[in-house]
Protein backbone atom coordinates (compact mmCIF):
# COMPACT_ATOMS: atom_id res chain seq x y z
CA UNK A 1 0.00 0.00 0.00
CA UNK A 2 1.17 3.03 -0.70
CA UNK A 3 0.89 5.83 1.96
CA UNK A 4 0.86 9.59 1.10
CA UNK A 5 1.05 12.64 3.30
CA UNK A 6 0.95 16.26 2.42
CA UNK A 7 2.31 19.09 4.49
CA UNK A 8 1.46 22.91 3.58
CA UNK A 9 -0.46 25.95 5.50
CA UNK A 10 -3.82 26.46 5.22
CA UNK A 11 -5.12 27.93 2.19
CA UNK A 12 -2.60 27.12 0.33
CA UNK A 13 -5.02 23.54 -1.12
CA UNK A 14 -3.07 20.93 -0.09
CA UNK A 15 -6.63 19.16 0.59
CA UNK A 16 -6.94 19.61 -2.66
CA UNK A 17 -3.66 18.12 -4.09
CA UNK A 18 -4.69 15.11 -2.12
CA UNK A 19 -8.03 14.90 -3.49
CA UNK A 20 -6.26 15.02 -6.82
CA UNK A 21 -3.62 12.73 -6.11
CA UNK A 22 -6.44 10.25 -4.91
CA UNK A 23 -8.15 10.61 -8.28
CA UNK A 24 -5.49 10.12 -10.17
CA UNK A 25 -5.02 6.76 -8.92
CA UNK A 26 -8.54 5.96 -8.60
CA UNK A 27 -8.05 6.17 -12.39
CA UNK A 28 -5.43 4.22 -12.48
CA UNK A 29 -7.56 1.37 -11.04
CA UNK A 30 -6.21 1.52 -7.47
CA UNK A 31 -8.34 1.19 -3.92
CA UNK A 32 -8.15 4.45 -2.73
CA UNK A 33 -8.69 6.74 0.60
CA UNK A 34 -7.77 10.61 0.65
CA UNK A 35 -8.93 12.74 3.73
CA UNK A 36 -7.39 15.99 5.17
CA UNK A 37 -7.00 16.97 8.86
CA UNK A 38 -6.83 20.10 10.47
CA UNK A 39 -7.58 21.87 13.82
CA UNK A 40 -10.38 24.67 14.32
CA UNK A 41 -7.49 27.08 12.84
CA UNK A 42 -7.86 28.05 8.96
CA UNK A 43 -4.99 29.97 6.67
CA UNK A 44 -1.92 29.93 7.70
CA UNK A 45 -1.93 27.12 10.28
CA UNK A 46 -0.35 23.36 9.44
CA UNK A 47 -3.06 21.18 7.66
CA UNK A 48 -2.14 17.87 7.04
CA UNK A 49 -3.97 15.70 3.53
CA UNK A 50 -3.21 11.68 3.55
CA UNK A 51 -3.32 9.74 0.59
CA UNK A 52 -3.61 5.70 1.03
CA UNK A 53 -3.85 3.82 -2.67
CA UNK A 54 -3.37 -0.09 -2.75
CA UNK A 55 -4.68 -2.68 -5.11
CA UNK A 56 -6.49 -4.74 -2.77
CA UNK A 57 -9.09 -2.86 -0.44
CA UNK A 58 -8.03 -1.04 2.60
CA UNK A 59 -8.53 -1.84 5.96
CA UNK A 60 -6.36 0.73 7.39
CA UNK A 61 -7.70 4.14 8.70
CA UNK A 62 -6.80 7.01 10.56
CA UNK A 63 -3.75 9.14 10.03
CA UNK A 64 -0.41 8.17 8.54
CA UNK A 65 2.37 7.96 11.34
CA UNK A 66 4.84 6.24 8.36
CA UNK A 67 4.67 7.85 5.23
CA UNK A 68 6.37 6.52 1.54
CA UNK A 69 6.35 10.07 0.54
CA UNK A 70 5.70 13.03 2.43
CA UNK A 71 5.18 15.97 0.55
CA UNK A 72 5.94 19.89 2.05
CA UNK A 73 4.43 22.32 0.42
CA UNK A 74 5.79 25.27 2.47
CA UNK A 75 9.44 24.44 3.80
CA UNK A 76 8.97 27.00 6.91
CA UNK A 77 6.77 24.47 8.56
CA UNK A 78 9.61 21.95 8.78
CA UNK A 79 10.64 23.15 11.89
CA UNK A 80 7.36 24.11 13.29
CA UNK A 81 7.26 21.31 15.70
CA UNK A 82 3.04 21.22 15.72
CA UNK A 83 3.39 20.41 11.89
CA UNK A 84 4.67 17.28 12.28
CA UNK A 85 6.59 17.13 9.22
CA UNK A 86 9.68 14.61 9.90
CA UNK A 87 6.62 12.44 11.85
CA UNK A 88 8.07 8.55 11.12
CA UNK A 89 10.52 9.53 8.29
CA UNK A 90 13.20 6.56 7.87
CA UNK A 91 15.20 5.73 5.37
CA UNK A 92 12.94 4.43 3.14
CA UNK A 93 10.40 7.43 3.06
CA UNK A 94 10.65 9.98 0.09
CA UNK A 95 10.64 13.66 0.79
CA UNK A 96 9.30 15.87 -1.44
CA UNK A 97 9.64 19.72 -0.74
CA UNK A 98 8.59 23.14 -1.80
CA UNK A 99 12.35 25.27 -1.30
CA UNK A 100 14.72 26.68 -2.78
CA UNK A 101 17.46 25.04 -0.53
CA UNK A 102 19.00 22.04 -2.38
CA UNK A 103 18.09 18.49 -1.14
CA UNK A 104 21.69 17.83 0.08
CA UNK A 105 21.33 20.59 2.40
CA UNK A 106 17.67 19.52 3.54
CA UNK A 107 19.52 15.91 3.89
CA UNK A 108 22.04 17.23 6.20
CA UNK A 109 19.89 19.59 8.33
CA UNK A 110 17.40 17.07 9.28
CA UNK A 111 19.88 14.46 9.20
CA UNK A 112 18.34 11.84 7.18
CA UNK A 113 19.74 9.29 4.63
CA UNK A 114 16.39 8.93 2.64
CA UNK A 115 15.94 10.21 -1.07
CA UNK A 116 15.25 14.07 -0.60
CA UNK A 117 14.01 16.03 -3.61
CA UNK A 118 12.80 19.95 -4.13
CA UNK A 119 10.73 21.69 -6.28
CA UNK A 120 12.46 25.40 -6.00
CA UNK A 121 9.81 28.18 -5.76
CA UNK A 122 9.40 30.16 -9.07
CA UNK A 123 8.31 32.94 -8.05
CA UNK A 124 8.01 35.62 -4.87
CA UNK A 125 4.39 36.32 -6.18
CA UNK A 126 1.84 35.33 -3.78
CA UNK A 127 -0.85 34.89 -6.23
CA UNK A 128 1.13 32.01 -8.03
CA UNK A 129 1.48 30.71 -4.34
CA UNK A 130 -2.68 29.01 -4.80
CA UNK A 131 -0.90 26.55 -7.41
CA UNK A 132 1.81 24.98 -5.64
CA UNK A 133 -0.92 22.11 -4.64
CA UNK A 134 -0.82 21.32 -8.45
CA UNK A 135 3.00 21.08 -8.59
CA UNK A 136 3.07 19.14 -5.88
CA UNK A 137 0.72 16.70 -7.16
CA UNK A 138 2.07 16.80 -10.67
CA UNK A 139 5.22 15.56 -8.67
CA UNK A 140 4.63 13.35 -6.52
CA UNK A 141 2.42 11.24 -9.12
CA UNK A 142 5.51 11.15 -11.03
CA UNK A 143 7.66 10.19 -7.98
CA UNK A 144 5.50 7.61 -7.34
CA UNK A 145 5.80 5.66 -11.11
CA UNK A 146 2.29 3.88 -11.29
CA UNK A 147 0.37 7.37 -12.31
CA UNK A 148 0.16 8.41 -16.06
CA UNK A 149 -0.02 11.74 -17.60
CA UNK A 150 -3.48 10.80 -18.52
CA UNK A 151 -4.84 10.15 -14.84
CA UNK A 152 -3.00 13.05 -13.29
CA UNK A 153 -4.73 15.19 -16.00
CA UNK A 154 -8.02 13.63 -15.72
CA UNK A 155 -7.72 13.96 -12.11
CA UNK A 156 -7.32 17.58 -12.39
CA UNK A 157 -10.33 18.35 -14.73
CA UNK A 158 -12.58 16.25 -12.60
CA UNK A 159 -11.63 17.70 -9.35
CA UNK A 160 -11.13 21.17 -9.87
CA UNK A 161 -13.66 21.52 -13.01
CA UNK A 162 -16.19 23.45 -11.23
CA UNK A 163 -13.77 26.11 -11.31
CA UNK A 164 -13.80 27.30 -14.44
CA UNK A 165 -11.40 26.62 -17.94
CA UNK A 166 -8.74 29.14 -16.74
CA UNK A 167 -8.26 27.50 -13.60
CA UNK A 168 -7.48 23.89 -15.11
CA UNK A 169 -5.56 25.16 -17.29
CA UNK A 170 -3.37 27.29 -15.49
CA UNK A 171 -3.26 23.94 -12.98
CA UNK A 172 -3.11 21.35 -15.60
CA UNK A 173 -0.06 23.32 -16.52
CA UNK A 174 1.74 23.29 -13.48
CA UNK A 175 1.33 19.84 -12.43
CA UNK A 176 2.40 18.62 -15.57
CA UNK A 177 5.49 20.67 -15.58
CA UNK A 178 6.93 19.03 -12.41
CA UNK A 179 5.46 16.03 -13.36
CA UNK A 180 8.18 15.97 -16.40
CA UNK A 181 10.16 17.40 -14.44
CA UNK A 182 10.90 14.08 -11.98
CA UNK A 183 11.26 12.03 -14.66
CA UNK A 184 14.50 10.45 -13.97
CA UNK A 185 13.03 9.74 -10.60
CA UNK A 186 9.90 8.05 -11.93
CA UNK A 187 8.95 5.17 -9.51
CA UNK A 188 11.82 6.12 -6.63
CA UNK A 189 8.92 5.55 -3.97
CA UNK A 190 8.58 2.50 -3.13
CA UNK A 191 5.90 0.49 -0.52
CA UNK A 192 6.59 -0.32 3.05
CA UNK A 193 6.70 -3.59 4.09
CA UNK A 194 4.23 -5.14 6.16
CA UNK A 195 4.65 -4.03 9.97
CA UNK A 196 3.75 -6.03 12.39
CA UNK A 197 3.03 -5.53 16.30
CA UNK A 198 4.72 -8.98 17.65
CA UNK A 199 8.72 -7.89 16.37
CA UNK A 200 8.12 -4.11 16.71
CA UNK A 201 11.20 -2.76 18.25
CA UNK A 202 11.35 0.50 19.75
CA UNK A 203 13.69 3.01 18.64
CA UNK A 204 16.75 3.65 20.41
CA UNK A 205 15.54 7.29 21.06
CA UNK A 206 15.87 8.51 25.04
CA UNK A 207 12.91 9.28 26.89
CA UNK A 208 12.39 12.51 28.65
CA UNK A 209 10.14 13.00 31.95
CA UNK A 210 7.05 15.20 31.37
CA UNK A 211 7.12 18.33 32.99
CA UNK A 212 4.88 19.72 36.04
CA UNK A 213 1.45 20.48 34.88
CA UNK A 214 2.50 23.81 36.54
CA UNK A 215 5.04 24.50 34.39
CA UNK A 216 4.26 22.84 31.12
CA UNK A 217 0.72 23.97 31.03
CA UNK A 218 -0.93 27.18 30.80
CA UNK A 219 -2.79 29.55 33.41
CA UNK A 220 -6.08 29.08 32.17
CA UNK A 221 -7.62 31.72 33.73
CA UNK A 222 -4.68 34.33 33.65
CA UNK A 223 -5.87 37.37 31.16
CA UNK A 224 -5.12 37.21 27.45
CA UNK A 225 -3.06 33.86 27.62
CA UNK A 226 -3.41 33.52 23.76
CA UNK A 227 -0.36 35.74 23.57
CA UNK A 228 1.93 32.29 24.82
CA UNK A 229 0.76 30.96 21.00
CA UNK A 230 3.31 32.48 18.43
CA UNK A 231 1.21 33.01 15.53
CA UNK A 232 4.55 34.70 14.03
CA UNK A 233 5.10 31.37 12.36
CA UNK A 234 2.26 31.72 10.05
CA UNK A 235 4.44 34.10 8.05
CA UNK A 236 5.93 33.84 4.84
CA UNK A 237 6.54 37.57 4.88
CA UNK A 238 8.21 40.20 7.15
CA UNK A 239 7.44 43.88 7.50
CA UNK A 240 9.77 45.86 8.34
CA UNK A 241 9.45 49.54 9.86
CA UNK A 242 12.31 51.77 8.04
CA UNK A 243 11.92 53.98 10.95
CA UNK A 244 14.16 57.26 8.95
CA UNK A 245 11.22 57.11 6.69
CA UNK A 246 8.34 56.21 9.54
CA UNK A 247 6.68 59.53 10.40
CA UNK A 248 5.28 58.62 13.57
CA UNK A 249 1.83 58.43 12.78
CA UNK A 250 1.28 54.80 14.83
CA UNK A 251 -2.26 55.41 14.95
CA UNK A 252 -2.45 54.11 11.21
CA UNK A 253 -0.81 50.68 11.48
CA UNK A 254 -1.42 49.73 15.22
CA UNK A 255 -4.81 50.50 14.67
CA UNK A 256 -4.90 49.05 10.93
CA UNK A 257 -3.44 45.66 12.31
CA UNK A 258 -5.88 43.52 12.98
CA UNK A 259 -4.39 41.11 14.96
CA UNK A 260 -3.14 43.81 17.57
CA UNK A 261 0.11 42.94 16.89
CA UNK A 262 1.78 46.50 16.53
CA UNK A 263 2.76 48.10 19.83
CA UNK A 264 3.98 51.67 20.44
CA UNK A 265 7.16 52.66 22.11
CA UNK A 266 7.94 55.32 24.55
CA UNK A 267 9.42 57.27 21.86
CA UNK A 268 5.61 56.93 20.11
CA UNK A 269 6.66 54.93 17.42
CA UNK A 270 5.48 51.99 16.24
CA UNK A 271 7.37 48.38 17.10
CA UNK A 272 6.02 45.34 15.50
CA UNK A 273 5.42 42.37 17.69
CA UNK A 274 7.00 39.61 15.31
CA UNK A 275 5.95 36.75 17.93
CA UNK A 276 2.61 36.94 16.69
CA UNK A 277 2.35 38.91 13.28
CA UNK A 278 0.92 36.91 10.90
CA UNK A 279 1.93 38.55 7.68
CA UNK A 280 -1.05 39.73 6.36
CA UNK A 281 0.96 43.20 4.93
CA UNK A 282 -1.70 45.35 5.92
CA UNK A 283 0.27 47.60 7.59
CA UNK A 284 2.81 47.60 4.76
CA UNK A 285 -0.36 49.01 2.36
CA UNK A 286 -1.67 51.41 4.86
CA UNK A 287 1.46 53.40 5.51
CA UNK A 288 0.81 56.29 4.83
CA UNK A 289 4.86 57.74 4.04
CA UNK A 290 4.97 54.01 2.95
CA UNK A 291 7.69 53.23 5.56
CA UNK A 292 7.27 49.53 6.08
CA UNK A 293 8.35 47.08 3.80
CA UNK A 294 7.61 43.03 3.12
CA UNK A 295 10.86 41.23 2.60
CA UNK A 296 10.34 37.14 2.39
CA UNK A 297 10.64 35.94 5.78
CA UNK A 298 13.60 33.39 5.23
CA UNK A 299 15.61 36.07 4.35
CA UNK A 300 14.80 37.90 7.05
CA UNK A 301 15.83 34.80 9.14
CA UNK A 302 18.74 34.15 7.31
CA UNK A 303 19.80 37.72 7.98
CA UNK A 304 19.20 37.48 11.66
CA UNK A 305 21.12 34.20 12.14
CA UNK A 306 23.96 35.91 10.40
CA UNK A 307 23.99 38.62 13.46
CA UNK A 308 22.21 41.29 11.38
CA UNK A 309 19.56 43.71 11.82
CA UNK A 310 16.65 42.06 9.78
CA UNK B 1 -33.83 63.09 24.51
CA UNK B 2 -30.97 60.86 25.73
CA UNK B 3 -27.87 62.84 26.41
CA UNK B 4 -25.00 61.65 25.35
CA UNK B 5 -21.65 63.26 26.25
CA UNK B 6 -19.15 64.79 23.92
CA UNK B 7 -16.43 62.13 22.33
CA UNK B 8 -13.14 61.38 23.75
CA UNK B 9 -12.11 59.99 20.32
CA UNK B 10 -12.33 63.17 17.78
CA UNK B 11 -9.41 62.34 15.74
CA UNK B 12 -6.91 58.68 14.98
CA UNK B 13 -4.97 60.24 17.40
CA UNK B 14 -7.24 59.77 20.02
CA UNK B 15 -7.20 55.78 19.49
CA UNK B 16 -5.54 53.67 22.13
CA UNK B 17 -1.84 53.06 21.38
CA UNK B 18 -2.26 49.71 23.63
CA UNK B 19 -4.17 46.59 22.70
CA UNK B 20 -6.25 44.90 25.50
CA UNK B 21 -7.12 41.96 23.06
CA UNK B 22 -4.38 39.37 23.48
CA UNK B 23 -2.40 38.48 20.15
CA UNK B 24 -2.03 35.01 19.09
CA UNK B 25 -5.43 34.21 18.07
CA UNK B 26 -6.12 31.66 15.72
CA UNK B 27 -8.15 34.32 13.74
CA UNK B 28 -7.06 34.61 9.90
CA UNK B 29 -4.26 36.67 8.79
CA UNK B 30 -5.94 40.07 7.50
CA UNK B 31 -9.10 39.08 8.99
CA UNK B 32 -11.72 42.06 8.73
CA UNK B 33 -13.47 40.58 12.20
CA UNK B 34 -10.63 40.69 13.89
CA UNK B 35 -9.61 44.08 13.24
CA UNK B 36 -12.94 45.72 14.18
CA UNK B 37 -13.30 43.46 17.58
CA UNK B 38 -9.84 44.76 18.64
CA UNK B 39 -10.81 47.79 18.60
CA UNK B 40 -14.19 47.94 19.79
CA UNK B 41 -12.74 46.00 23.10
CA UNK B 42 -10.03 48.94 23.59
CA UNK B 43 -12.93 50.72 24.25
CA UNK B 44 -15.00 47.88 26.11
CA UNK B 45 -12.41 47.09 28.22
CA UNK B 46 -11.61 43.88 30.48
CA UNK B 47 -14.94 44.23 32.82
CA UNK B 48 -16.88 42.22 30.33
CA UNK B 49 -18.64 39.02 29.44
CA UNK B 50 -18.53 37.63 26.01
CA UNK B 51 -21.31 35.65 24.84
CA UNK B 52 -20.27 33.63 21.88
CA UNK B 53 -22.66 32.06 19.47
CA UNK B 54 -20.87 29.79 17.34
CA UNK B 55 -18.70 30.95 14.45
CA UNK B 56 -15.27 31.96 13.31
CA UNK B 57 -14.57 33.96 16.61
CA UNK B 58 -15.66 31.37 19.01
CA UNK B 59 -11.79 30.08 18.19
CA UNK B 60 -10.73 33.01 19.41
CA UNK B 61 -10.93 31.31 23.32
CA UNK B 62 -9.73 27.67 22.34
CA UNK B 63 -8.76 26.10 25.56
CA UNK B 64 -6.86 26.58 27.37
CA UNK B 65 -6.28 30.09 25.34
CA UNK B 66 -7.99 32.69 25.15
CA UNK B 67 -7.30 36.56 24.30
CA UNK B 68 -9.95 37.82 25.91
CA UNK B 69 -9.36 39.44 29.65
CA UNK B 70 -12.29 39.37 30.92
CA UNK B 71 -14.93 36.39 30.69
CA UNK B 72 -15.95 34.17 28.08
CA UNK B 73 -19.31 32.32 27.06
CA UNK B 74 -19.59 30.16 24.50
CA UNK B 75 -23.04 29.38 23.06
CA UNK B 76 -24.49 27.44 20.25
CA UNK B 77 -25.62 29.20 17.06
CA UNK B 78 -29.09 30.62 17.46
CA UNK B 79 -29.38 31.63 21.33
CA UNK B 80 -26.35 34.02 22.06
CA UNK B 81 -29.04 36.61 23.04
CA UNK B 82 -30.69 34.11 24.87
CA UNK B 83 -27.06 32.91 27.19
CA UNK B 84 -26.72 36.81 27.60
CA UNK B 85 -30.22 37.66 29.29
CA UNK B 86 -29.20 34.51 31.92
CA UNK B 87 -25.53 36.30 32.41
CA UNK B 88 -26.78 39.15 32.72
CA UNK B 89 -29.85 38.11 35.07
CA UNK B 90 -26.97 36.57 37.55
CA UNK B 91 -25.36 39.97 37.59
CA UNK B 92 -28.01 41.55 38.24
CA UNK B 93 -28.73 39.13 41.38
CA UNK B 94 -25.43 39.12 42.92
CA UNK B 95 -25.50 42.99 42.61
CA UNK B 96 -28.76 43.19 44.34
CA UNK B 97 -27.98 40.62 47.24
CA UNK B 98 -24.41 42.73 47.21
CA UNK B 99 -22.91 39.14 46.21
CA UNK B 100 -20.23 41.58 44.33
CA UNK B 101 -19.76 45.17 44.48
CA UNK B 102 -21.02 48.07 42.01
CA UNK B 103 -17.45 47.94 40.67
CA UNK B 104 -17.31 44.69 39.45
CA UNK B 105 -20.58 44.77 37.22
CA UNK B 106 -19.85 43.53 34.00
CA UNK B 107 -20.86 44.86 30.72
CA UNK B 108 -22.56 41.95 28.87
CA UNK B 109 -21.41 41.50 25.30
CA UNK B 110 -22.90 39.37 22.16
CA UNK B 111 -20.56 38.41 20.00
CA UNK B 112 -21.78 36.67 16.45
CA UNK B 113 -21.07 36.14 12.74
CA UNK B 114 -23.75 37.64 10.37
CA UNK B 115 -25.06 33.83 9.85
CA UNK B 116 -26.31 33.74 13.24
CA UNK B 117 -27.20 37.67 13.50
CA UNK B 118 -29.12 38.03 10.36
CA UNK B 119 -30.42 34.13 10.28
CA UNK B 120 -30.64 31.41 12.81
CA UNK B 121 -30.33 33.79 15.98
CA UNK B 122 -32.25 36.36 14.99
CA UNK B 123 -35.42 35.25 16.62
CA UNK B 124 -33.30 35.03 19.96
CA UNK B 125 -32.34 39.06 19.53
CA UNK B 126 -35.85 39.89 18.50
CA UNK B 127 -36.73 38.21 21.82
CA UNK B 128 -33.83 40.31 24.08
CA UNK B 129 -34.97 43.22 22.41
CA UNK B 130 -38.31 42.70 23.70
CA UNK B 131 -37.34 42.39 26.80
CA UNK B 132 -35.44 45.22 27.06
CA UNK B 133 -32.14 43.15 27.94
CA UNK B 134 -29.57 45.64 28.92
CA UNK B 135 -26.38 44.18 26.45
CA UNK B 136 -24.38 44.89 23.81
CA UNK B 137 -24.50 43.21 20.79
CA UNK B 138 -21.46 42.71 18.20
CA UNK B 139 -22.02 41.40 14.76
CA UNK B 140 -19.18 40.48 12.60
CA UNK B 141 -20.26 40.24 8.86
CA UNK B 142 -18.29 38.90 6.54
CA UNK B 143 -21.49 38.20 4.44
CA UNK B 144 -21.76 34.22 4.59
CA UNK B 145 -20.67 31.59 6.72
CA UNK B 146 -16.96 31.91 6.67
CA UNK B 147 -16.25 29.34 9.21
CA UNK B 148 -16.95 26.47 7.34
CA UNK B 149 -16.02 27.93 3.86
CA UNK B 150 -18.21 30.74 3.02
CA UNK B 151 -21.79 28.98 2.15
CA UNK B 152 -24.20 31.96 1.82
CA UNK B 153 -26.04 33.46 4.44
CA UNK B 154 -28.85 36.28 5.05
CA UNK B 155 -26.04 38.70 4.86
CA UNK B 156 -24.57 37.45 1.59
CA UNK B 157 -24.61 40.48 -1.06
CA UNK B 158 -26.57 40.21 -4.21
CA UNK B 159 -24.61 38.17 -7.47
CA UNK B 160 -21.62 37.21 -4.91
CA UNK B 161 -20.13 33.81 -4.96
CA UNK B 162 -20.20 31.60 -2.34
CA UNK B 163 -19.74 28.01 -1.77
CA UNK B 164 -23.78 27.14 -2.30
CA UNK B 165 -23.50 29.97 -5.18
CA UNK B 166 -21.45 28.93 -7.69
CA UNK B 167 -23.58 29.56 -11.04
CA UNK B 168 -22.39 32.45 -13.36
CA UNK B 169 -24.47 34.73 -11.83
CA UNK B 170 -23.64 34.50 -7.76
CA UNK B 171 -25.87 34.48 -5.14
CA UNK B 172 -29.43 34.82 -6.35
CA UNK B 173 -31.02 36.45 -3.24
CA UNK B 174 -30.17 40.24 -1.41
CA UNK B 175 -28.70 41.16 1.98
CA UNK B 176 -30.95 41.20 4.41
CA UNK B 177 -31.25 45.12 5.99
CA UNK B 178 -30.19 43.89 9.23
CA UNK B 179 -30.12 47.26 10.47
CA UNK B 180 -33.58 48.11 10.12
CA UNK B 181 -34.93 45.23 11.34
CA UNK B 182 -33.15 45.79 14.78
CA UNK B 183 -34.20 49.51 14.19
CA UNK B 184 -38.03 48.92 14.11
CA UNK B 185 -37.86 46.72 17.40
CA UNK B 186 -36.44 50.52 18.84
CA UNK B 187 -34.00 49.80 21.14
CA UNK B 188 -31.90 51.86 22.62
CA UNK B 189 -28.97 52.02 20.07
CA UNK B 190 -28.41 50.95 16.40
CA UNK B 191 -25.19 51.26 14.44
CA UNK B 192 -23.13 50.33 11.49
CA UNK B 193 -19.47 50.47 11.77
CA UNK B 194 -16.27 48.62 10.13
CA UNK B 195 -12.68 48.59 11.55
CA UNK B 196 -11.18 50.69 8.75
CA UNK B 197 -13.20 54.21 10.08
CA UNK B 198 -11.36 53.75 13.33
CA UNK B 199 -12.83 56.76 14.72
CA UNK B 200 -16.37 56.13 13.83
CA UNK B 201 -16.38 52.77 15.25
CA UNK B 202 -14.79 54.23 18.89
CA UNK B 203 -17.08 56.84 18.80
CA UNK B 204 -20.02 54.54 18.57
CA UNK B 205 -18.98 51.59 21.26
CA UNK B 206 -18.56 55.11 23.70
CA UNK B 207 -21.77 56.07 22.99
CA UNK B 208 -23.24 52.64 23.14
CA UNK B 209 -21.41 52.43 26.51
CA UNK B 210 -23.25 55.03 27.53
CA UNK B 211 -26.71 53.81 26.72
CA UNK B 212 -29.10 51.12 28.48
CA UNK B 213 -30.96 48.56 27.00
CA UNK B 214 -30.65 46.53 24.05
CA UNK B 215 -27.41 48.37 22.16
CA UNK B 216 -27.04 46.66 18.49
CA UNK B 217 -23.85 47.00 16.90
CA UNK B 218 -23.40 45.28 13.09
CA UNK B 219 -19.64 45.56 11.55
CA UNK B 220 -18.79 44.97 8.18
CA UNK B 221 -15.83 42.44 8.10
CA UNK B 222 -14.09 41.85 5.14
CA UNK B 223 -12.69 38.37 5.18
CA UNK B 224 -9.52 37.33 2.81
CA UNK B 225 -10.26 33.81 2.08
CA UNK B 226 -14.29 34.39 1.86
CA UNK B 227 -14.07 37.08 -0.01
CA UNK B 228 -10.75 36.20 -2.09
CA UNK B 229 -8.72 38.47 -1.85
CA UNK B 230 -5.13 39.07 -0.96
CA UNK B 231 -4.71 39.30 3.05
CA UNK B 232 -3.06 42.87 2.67
CA UNK B 233 -5.85 44.30 0.74
CA UNK B 234 -8.01 43.81 3.76
CA UNK B 235 -8.24 47.76 4.98
CA UNK B 236 -8.09 49.01 1.52
CA UNK B 237 -11.22 46.90 0.71
CA UNK B 238 -13.07 47.92 3.82
CA UNK B 239 -12.52 51.82 3.05
CA UNK B 240 -13.55 51.14 -0.96
CA UNK B 241 -17.34 49.56 0.71
CA UNK B 242 -17.34 53.20 2.44
CA UNK B 243 -16.66 55.21 -0.29
CA UNK B 244 -18.71 53.19 -2.92
CA UNK B 245 -21.70 53.40 -0.77
CA UNK B 246 -22.05 49.63 -0.14
CA UNK B 247 -21.79 50.19 3.48
CA UNK B 248 -23.50 53.20 4.83
CA UNK B 249 -22.07 54.20 8.50
CA UNK B 250 -24.99 55.21 10.53
CA UNK B 251 -26.88 54.73 14.08
CA UNK B 252 -30.29 54.66 15.22
CA UNK B 253 -31.12 56.21 18.12
CA UNK B 254 -34.30 57.72 19.51
CA UNK B 255 -36.64 56.68 16.62
CA UNK B 256 -34.01 58.48 14.15
CA UNK B 257 -31.62 57.51 11.98
CA UNK B 258 -28.27 59.41 10.90
CA UNK B 259 -25.75 58.37 8.42
CA UNK B 260 -22.02 59.81 10.23
CA UNK B 261 -19.94 59.09 6.96
CA UNK B 262 -22.15 60.25 3.74
CA UNK B 263 -19.03 59.77 1.21
CA UNK B 264 -19.04 63.17 -1.02
CA UNK B 265 -18.20 62.09 -4.19
CA UNK B 266 -19.66 58.16 -3.92
CA UNK B 267 -16.75 55.95 -6.03
CA UNK B 268 -18.56 53.56 -8.15
CA UNK B 269 -19.22 49.65 -7.27
CA UNK B 270 -17.29 48.59 -9.98
CA UNK B 271 -14.14 49.73 -7.67
CA UNK B 272 -15.16 48.14 -5.04
CA UNK B 273 -16.40 44.60 -6.53
CA UNK B 274 -13.59 44.18 -9.00
CA UNK B 275 -11.20 43.70 -5.79
CA UNK B 276 -13.01 40.74 -4.38
CA UNK B 277 -12.43 36.97 -6.25
CA UNK B 278 -16.19 36.28 -4.95
CA UNK B 279 -17.18 38.90 -7.74
CA UNK B 280 -14.83 37.99 -10.56
CA UNK B 281 -17.57 36.37 -12.76
CA UNK B 282 -18.96 39.84 -13.24
CA UNK B 283 -15.71 40.87 -15.10
CA UNK B 284 -14.60 37.81 -16.58
CA UNK B 285 -14.60 36.44 -19.12
CA UNK B 286 -17.18 39.38 -20.20
CA UNK B 287 -18.33 42.01 -17.99
CA UNK B 288 -21.58 41.75 -17.14
CA UNK B 289 -22.83 45.25 -17.51
CA UNK B 290 -26.45 44.68 -16.70
CA UNK B 291 -25.59 43.25 -13.13
CA UNK B 292 -23.12 45.42 -11.91
CA UNK B 293 -25.56 48.35 -13.11
CA UNK B 294 -28.34 46.35 -10.93
CA UNK B 295 -25.91 46.35 -7.91
CA UNK B 296 -25.09 50.52 -8.55
CA UNK B 297 -28.76 51.07 -9.08
CA UNK B 298 -29.43 49.48 -5.76
CA UNK B 299 -26.85 51.60 -4.03
CA UNK B 300 -27.93 54.96 -6.24
CA UNK B 301 -31.44 54.39 -4.68
CA UNK B 302 -30.46 53.98 -1.31
CA UNK B 303 -28.62 57.14 -1.26
CA UNK B 304 -31.11 58.94 -2.95
CA UNK B 305 -33.54 57.69 -0.64
CA UNK B 306 -31.17 59.26 2.55
CA UNK B 307 -30.58 62.54 0.65
CA UNK B 308 -34.69 63.00 0.22
CA UNK B 309 -34.87 62.08 4.17
CA UNK B 310 -31.84 64.05 5.50
CA UNK B 311 -33.39 67.37 3.15
CA UNK B 312 -36.81 66.86 4.95
CA UNK B 313 -35.21 67.21 8.35
CA UNK B 314 -33.48 70.26 7.36
CA UNK B 315 -36.67 72.05 6.26
Not at chain 1, 6 to 35: C, N, P, W
Not at chain 1, 218 to 244: C, M
Not at chain 1, 246 to 259: E, Q, Y
Not at chain 2, 254 to 271: A, F
Request: charged fraction near 25%; aromatic fraction near 8%.
Amino acid sequence: MYRIRFHGRGGQGMKTASRILGTAFFLQGYEVQDAPRYGAERRGAPIFAYVRADETPINERGIITQADLVIVADDSLVPVPGAGVLAGVDKHTVILINSDESPEVWKQRLNISGKVFTLPVETEDRAELRFIGATCTGAAAKLLGVITRESLSQAIEEELGDLGHAVVEKNLHKALTAFDLMKKHAGCVSTMEKTSAANYTRPAWVELPFEDARISAPSIHAAANSVQVKTGLWRTQRPVIDYEHCSGCWWVCSTFCPDGAINVTEQGLPDIDYDHCKGCMVCVAQCPPHAIHAIAEEVAQAEEAKGGQA
Amino acid sequence: MTEVKATFYRRMKDLPSTHLLGTGTPMCSGCGGLEALHQVYDVIGEKSVFVNAAGCMTLLSVYPFTPFRGSWLYTAMASAPAGAQGVRDALDILLEKKRIPPEENMEVVVLTGDGSAYGMGLSATSGAMERNLDFLYICYDNEGYGNTGQQYSGATPHAAKTATSKGPLGFPGFKKDLFSIWAAHKPAYVATVIGTEPVDLARKIEKARSLKGPRMIIALAPCPPGWDFDPKESVEIGKLAVKSGVWPLKEYIDGKVTHTKIPRQRIPVEDYLKHQGRFAHLFEPQCNDALINEIQKKVDDYWDEVQKTTSLDKE
